[in-house]
Every structure is written in C-alpha cells, then in structure tokens.
T-cell receptor, first 112, second 113 residues
Framework: ETGVTQTPRHLVMGMTNKKSLKCEQH?????MYWYKQSAKKPLELMFV???????ENNSVPSRFSPECPNSSHLFLHLHTLQPEDSALYLC???????????FGPGTRLTVT | AQKITQTQPGMFVQEKEAVTLDCTYD???????LFWYKQPSSGEMIFLIY??????QNATEGRYSLNFQKARKSANLVISASQLGDSAMYFC??????????FGTGTSLTVIP
C-alpha cells in the first residue's frame, strides 16, 4: 500500500455510540493531521502530531480524542457525538517542515 | 477574519482553454507558504502546487501555475489546456508560522467538452 489510507470510508453512528477512525501513512512522514470538512465551510484543522507528540489542538470538543501510537498511525476516537459533527474527516501527513500535505480519502461520518 | 478567501464558488471552462481560480490571503507573517489542492468527487485532496513567500518566481507544475502577487496578497491558480479530468473542487491554503494551515471554501470547476 502506498500513500495515506483511512478506514472506514463511511460510518453511521448514533449519538451514544463509541467508534474510532483510523489513518495510516506509508510515506515515512513524521507529521500527521486530522481535518474536518463540512459542507460550504473551509477545511478545519483539528489536531496535529509531530513525531507522535500532539502539537496543536484547535479547540476541538473533548468528544473527539486523538491518538498517535507511532509516526505511521493516527486514530480519532469518537464518543457521544452530535448531529452537527457529521462531516468528512480527512487525515493528512507531511514530512518535516510541512510543505505539501498528503491526504487520505477521508471518512464520511454521519451522526444520527 | 478569514485567512483565505476564494470568491468564486463555481467556474466553468471549455475543454483545452485556460482558467484562473482566484485566491487572496491575509497574514502579517513575513514567512508563509501557499498551496493549491484539488478534490475530486472521490473526496481525496490532491496537492497541486506550492509557493513560498520568499520565492522570487511563480511556481509551475506541468499545466498548473501559481500567479503570486505578494503586494496584493493574491495567489491565483492558472490551469492551462483544461481537461475533463480537471473537473473538481479546488482549494487554496496557507501555512504561516507555527503548525496552522488555513483553507478557503473552495471553487468548483467544471470543464465543458
């Protein structure tokens, strides 16, 4: 596998469920990112990890909990979400001083 | 205040023609980077081109070029010889000091055969 992969591609969950999104990059990068993309809104940066250390948390509600066990894997744990959390969640990675980011295909999340 | 502004929600271009997608940005940092990404209907964001704030020349990558006008704080994307596969959403983005990336709301480009 090459590039950045994300699973699942689609997820429907109730507000009381707990689920996790997974991201894996095969590019040898050391920075990974979670973004939220809602309709008609700019991409919102949620979390940044550099060398497994979280360096940015852009005022994201605690119902989103990231985890980065190593430089290749990034998780987003979800619990007690709200319908307004329905969106496309994109993972990205970059190498060193971030120039371009490489994105995964995203997880389309629907909260019912 | 919005950091990245894309004023064209939708654009149409005839196949084989050139098209310019507008982007203006707002930052007081002397060092920053500007990016363009393409997002087809499949959802994946694809990096197209990068321009550093200190780069003297406009960036080019194949049929993509970035018209960088620093004084006007604009970073327009020019796609030459449009192809049907260019139909997608296009996002302008900026990274200033720190780990923050800012994206615009995107422009939907449709290439007409």
């Amino acid at each position: 596998e090459t590039g950045v992969t994300q699973t699942p591609r689609h997820l429907v969950m109730g507000m009381t469920n707990k689920k996790s999104l997974k991201c894996e990059q095969h590019l040898g990068h050391n920075a990974m990112y979670w973004y939220k993309q809602s309709a008609k809104k700019p991409l919102e940066l949620m979390f940044v990890y550099n060398f497994k250390e979280q360096t940015e948390n852009n005022s994201v509600p605690s119902r989103f909990s990231p985890e980065c066990p190593n430089s290749s894997h990034l998780f987003l744990h979800l619990h007690t979400l709200q319908p307004e959390d329905s969106a496309l969640y994109l993972c990205a990675s970059s190498q060193g001083t971030p120039l371009e980011q490489y994105f995964g295909p995203g997880t389309r999340l629907t909260v019912t | 205040a919005q950091k990245i502004t894309q004023t064209q929600p939708g654009m149409f271009v005839q196949e084989k023609e050139a098209v310019t997608l507008d982007c203006t940005y707002d930052t007081s940092d002397p060092s920053y980077g500007l990016f363009w990404y393409k997002q087809p209907s499949s959802g994946e964001m694809i990096f197209l081109i990068y321009q550093g704030s200190y780069d003297q020349q406009n960036a080019t990558e194949g049929r993509y070029s970035l018209n960088f006008q620093k004084a006007r704080k604009s970073a327009n994307l020019v796609i030459s010889a449009s192809q049907l596969g260019d139909s997608a959403m296009y996002f302008c983005a900026m990274k200033d000091t720190g780990n923050q990336f800012y994206f615009g709301t995107g422009t939907s480009l449709t290439v007409i055969p």
